[in-house]
Each structure stands twice: as structure tokens, then as C-alpha cells.
């Protein structure tokens, strides 16, 4: 190749290259400025950036009134309202709040002048303070399609839409600045219930000293702690599905069917606290149930599917057992179940025990250890007994009890259970003449642990031991 057609050659090359070097950095260029343009994009669309620990004050001004909200004590609560009614604060709503607010971005921005269109011509208006410093936004409707919630900053010309479900949270309302949770104590603090269907006792429980008892409808019946505990657990954990309004006038309640309550729940705790809420009449296919609280007269409504302790039985909080009996503090038990007739003696102190029926009368001592532990599991199947059912509306017959358990005690006091027939499968059980309002079935007395069965048990092991 000639020197001529080697330069032109070299100067075409260097020329394509300054032509790709100049496109190169044109297209950079652009890219960088379209990079760039989307970056203050962001920020234009970013409303607040700003640490949410710092936050000491929390304003809200909105249609049910105003309120100033600040943790000087370092718990969030309420310090000036014009809201008349007194209410527990939702202390992790206002965390929410400041977490929200602290970096808020919003979706998209619209110019308008028409305020009314988004209402923010009457906004709620929501302030964080730090310091003396506040952060302000303004809010007003949601979307017609709830993708977002319009807002405004202090001074600016713009709206924003953004995210729908974090403005219904800074929207808020008394929805979300009262506690929802329809009891506002710890369950390790209540120390009475009472719960109440068509004005008459379910149950009604106490706690002193000594543990939970029962007043009605069972007064010292044997209590079952651990329901009552489980009880008290899931009634401090079921919130409250909205808050309707305050009850001012009869009317109020008359419109939400409360003027005649069909529950009404009674909780007191060792501080002296009451809260009496009363409960409208509802059924499984109700979506909710309307309750109004005395106190406070708050009127709220609560989800179906949370009111189930409503149908608590005192059956449930008491222990199953028929009458329970320790086995060292009876000296003689004399059994009549029908025809059948027993009787068990026991005289601790010497370790010595009879049983004794028609057929036999044996003495056993620790020695007779098979007897023994058949005596003793006989004496169990009749103390470990489980009545069915409680009724304590029913009016028993005068008949002679088919059933007879004749304790006497080794302080030398006796107590007598007794079964009532009802018919060939039920009985009224009675403690000393009364009428407990248990219900026994049969099958308490024959089944695989029952008294009949271990009593037939004693005789076989008797007659091997002849």
C-alpha cells in the first residue's frame, strides 16, 4: 500500500473514532441526564426525611377535634383536646405515625389549584414536632379507586397522591387514636368477672387470697384456675372492630339495640378499676355485634367471631369432678348404688383399712399390697367422678336417691352425696340434701373407670385371695 492511501486510511480511522468517542459520550450524556432527572424525581417526591426516635410531640386536627400528643413522661398521652370524652390512647398508633411520616414518599405529584376536588380545602392536619421544629402535612380524600390519599406540604403549590394504606393510617381518626382492645388491663390484674345472659348469671368469679372462687351460680364449687386464667388471657387480647359514637341519650343506645342488653360482662381489677360493657343481641350470621360501655359510654362494635366467650359456661371454670374428697381426710365411706352396699373403713394412723359388704369383711394392712392399691383405686373411681352438665333451673324430684356416698371425715364432720334419678340415664346429684345443680349420667358409675366397674374389681381380687 502506497504512503498516500496508508495516511488516508490512518485519518479515516482516527475520524471514526472521534465520531464514536462524541457519540459515546453524547449517549452518556443524555443517559446521565435522564439518570439524574429520575434521582431529583425521587426527591421532589420525597415528602420527609427525618429520624422517627426523635419525634416528641404528635399533633392531629381533625373532625372529631384536636389533639396534642407528647411523650414527656415517656409514655405518648394525650395532654390538651377539645375532644370531650375521656379515652385509652392507642400508644403504638403514634409510633405508626412517626414512623410513617419520617420517610414518606409519595407516588405521584399533581399540580392543581382546585383543593376542594382532593379535599384539602378542609384537611386533616397532622404535625410531628422535633424539637421546635415541625413537620406538617396535610390530608385529605382517598382516591375514587383507593390507590392513594391526596396530601400537601406547608407552602407548596403541589398535591401528592400516596400510598392509600398509609394515609388511612395518618388520616387516622378515633378508629385508630382509641386503644382497640375491649379491655384495657393485664389479665394478671383482674381479680372479678361476671358475666351476665337475659339479666341472669352465667357465672360470677372472685379472687382473694386463697385463689379464684366461684360466687354464681355454684358458690364454693371446686374452680378450675387454669381455665379461668386462659379465660382472662383471651378476653385482655380480643380488640374491638370499631368506635360507632358516645352514647348521650337513651335514643342512642335504643338505635343500636342496647337499651335492653342481651349480655352484659362485669371486670374488676385489685386497683379499684371497673369496666361494665353491655352487649346487643346478635346471631352467627350478624357480621358484628354492637356493645356500649357504662362507664365511658362508648358505643363500638366487635366482630362475631371474637364474642364467643359470651357463651361460657360456669361448667367451664370449675373442675369436672362430682365432689372431690383427699383420701387421708376420710375415716369410713359408706356406698349404696341401688342394691349394691359397701363400706370402706380406713384408719391411717395404723395403716389398717376394711372393706366390707354382704359377701366380705376384710382387713387390709401395707402388707396386702395388691388389696391395698384396690382399695385405694376403688375409693378414686368414686372421688374422681364427672357429672355431665349443670342446671341449675331444674326442679328436682322428692324420690328417694338411687345413689348414696356417706363420707365421714377424720375430724369426725360427715357429708353425704346423693343422685336423684331423672330417668334411666340421668341424676340430680345433691351434697348434703342440696341441690347442686350437676348433672350425672349413668355411665359415671358403670364405665371403664367408674365405681361399679372397680367395685367388681375388688370382688374378683378378693376371691383370687381366698
Known amino acids: 500500500m502506497s504512503t498516500k492511501k496508508m495516511k488516508i486510511l490512518i485519518i479515516s480511522l482516527v475520524a471514526l473514532l472521534i465520531i464514536a468517542i462524541g457519540a459515546y459520550v453524547a449517549v452518556d450524556t443524555i443517559k446521565t441526564r435522564e439518570e439524574q432527572a429520575l434521582i431529583d424525581e425521587a426527591k421532589a417526591l420525597q415528602l420527609f426525611d427525618f429520624d422517627e426516635n426523635t419525634i416528641s410531640k404528635v399533633e392531629i386536627t381533625n373532625s372529631d377535634g384536636h389533639f396534642m400528643i407528647d411523650n414527656a413522661s415517656g409514655t405518648w398521652a394525650v395532654t390538651d383536646t ?15 405515625i412517626c414512623s410513617y411520616l419520617s420517610d414518606l414518599t409519595a407516588l405521584k405529584k399533581i399540580e392543581s389549584s382546585d383543593l376542594s376536588g382532593y379535599g384539602l380545602a378542609d384537611p386533616v392536619v397532622l404535625n410531628c414536632y422535633q424539637g421546635d421544629t415541625a413537620y406538617t402535612l ?4 382517598a382516591s375514587a379507586t383507593e390507590e392513594y390519599y391526596y396530601v400537601m406540604l406547608p407552602d407548596s403549590p403541589f398535591i401528592y397522591g400516596i ?3 398509609k394515609g388511612a393510617v395518618l388520616c387516622g381518626g378515633l378508629n385508630y387514636l382509641k386503644d382497640p382492645y375491649m379491655l384495657n388491663y393485664f389479665d394478671v390484674n383482674i381479680n372479678y368477672v361476671r358475666l351476665e345472659h337475659e339479666k341472669k348469671a352465667s357465672f360470677e368469679i372472685h379472687k382473694d387470697n386463697d385463689g379464684w372462687h366461684m360466687s354464681e ?3 364454693d364449687a371446686d374452680v378450675n384456675a387454669a381455665n379461668i386464667n386462659s379465660m382472662l388471657t383471651s378476653l385482655t387480647r380480643i380488640e374491638l372492630e370499631s368506635f360507632v359514637k358516645m352514647a348521650e341519650t337513651p335514643d342512642d343506645l335504643y338505635q343500636y339495640h342496647l ?4 349480655y352484659r360482662l362485669i371486670v374488676k381489677t385489685d386497683a379499684g378499676e371497673t369496666t361494665t ?3 346487643a343481641d346478635f346471631d352467627k350470621n350478624d357480621g358484628s355485634v354492637y356493645v356500649a360501655y357504662e362507664e365511658s359510654g362508648q358505643i363500638a362494635t366487635m366482630a362475631v367471631n371474637t364474642v364467643g366467650f359470651l357463651q361460657t359456661d360456669a361448667s367451664e371454670l370449675i373442675s369436672d369432678k362430682l365432689f372431690s374428697m383427699n383420701f387421708t381426710d376420710v375415716s369410713e365411706l359408706d356406698v349404696t348404688i341401688d342394691d349394691l352396699q359397701f363400706i370402706m373403713q380406713m384408719h391411717h394412723e395404723e395403716n389398717q383399712y376394711t372393706f366390707q359388704n354382704a359377701e366380705h369383711s376384710v382387713s387390709i394392712s401395707a402388707q396386702d399390697t395388691d388389696l391395698l392399691a384396690m382399695f385405694k383405686s376403688l375409693f378414686s373411681s368414686i372421688t374422681n367422678m364427672n357429672y355431665d352438665s349443670i342446671d341449675m333451673e331444674a326442679e328436682p324430684s322428692e ?10 371425715l377424720t375430724d369426725g364432720t360427715e357429708k353425704e352425696l346423693s343422685l336423684i334419678p331423672i330417668d334411666d340415664t340421668y341424676y340430680w346429684a345433691f351434697d348434703n340434701d342440696e341441690y347442686t345443680g350437676k348433672i350425672v349420667r349413668r355411665r359415671a358409675l358403670s364405665s371403664a373407670s367408674g365405681v361399679l366397674t372397680y367395685y367388681d374389681k375388688m370382688l374378683m381380687l378378693l376371691e383370687t385371695n381366698e
Do not use: E
Open 82 to 96: 377539645d375532644y370531650p370524652y375521656a379515652f385509652t390512647l392507642n400508644t403504638y398508633y403514634i409510633n405508626s
Open 138 to 141: 396535610y390530608i385529605g380524600n
Open 163 to 165: 400510598d392509600f394504606n
Open 217 to 219: 351460680p355454684l358458690p
Open 259 to 262: 337499651n335492653q342488653p342481651a
Open 277 to 279: 360493657i353491655n352487649f
Open 399 to 408: 324420690n328417694a336417691p338411687a345413689v348414696i356416698f356417706h363420707y365421714i
